[in-house]
């Protein structure tokens, strides 16, 4: 195969645009407008504003709205995720003050200051649980960034 060559990355970026596929392209750049609009929406921006953003890049207003529910929905499933994470570390927190007094309620010689410790983890625990359940609940009310 003499004349043919294999051209380098270099070279094939140097294709002028009016080579490239318009499908592709327009692919590409919807593509890119679903994934800002995902991330205005995890980002915590109002659903109107990612809605505008939407009606400015050409999108019309039926698919807009489809997409921004769809965007929401996938928001709740995370925040649901995370508080599932959350009720599940808020239990183990809360239970440990119960073991350590029953294991040494038998065992005896129970130090305080490390029981004491253990309460205030166990507070956390339930603030963690009730924080877990509201967000399984109800993850509309979840407002800010889930970047956390």
């Keep these: 195969m003499a004349g043919c060559r294999i051209r380098s990355e270099h070279e094939i970026r140097k294709i002028p645009p ?5 499908h592709q392209v327009a692919h590409a750049h919807a593509e890119s407008i679903v994934t800002d609009a995902r991330a205005k929406i995890f980002w915590g921006e109002n659903a109107e504003k990612v809605r505008a953003f939407l009606l400015s ?8 709205q489809e997409l921004i529910a769809a965007l929401l929905e996938e928001r709740a499933e995370s925040i649901r995720a995370d508080g599932v ?25 129970m130090e305080l200051k490390i029981f004491s410790g253990l309460v205030v983890l166990g507070v956390v625990g ?3 649980i009730v924080s877990g359940l509201r967000m399984i609940l109800r993850p509309q009310t979840v407002t800010g960034d889930l970047s956390n």
């Excluded at 809360?94 to 065992?107: D, G, H, N, S």
């Design 18 to 22: 009016a080579l490239v596929n318009a």
């Design 57 to 64: 890049k050409n999108v019309g207003d039926k698919e807009a």
């Design 85 to 109: 994470k959350k009720l599940w570390l808020g239990g183990l927190f809360a239970l440990a003050p119960v073991a350590y007094f029953l294991f040494y309620r038998f065992a005896g010689d």
């Design 126 to 128: 339930v603030t963690r």
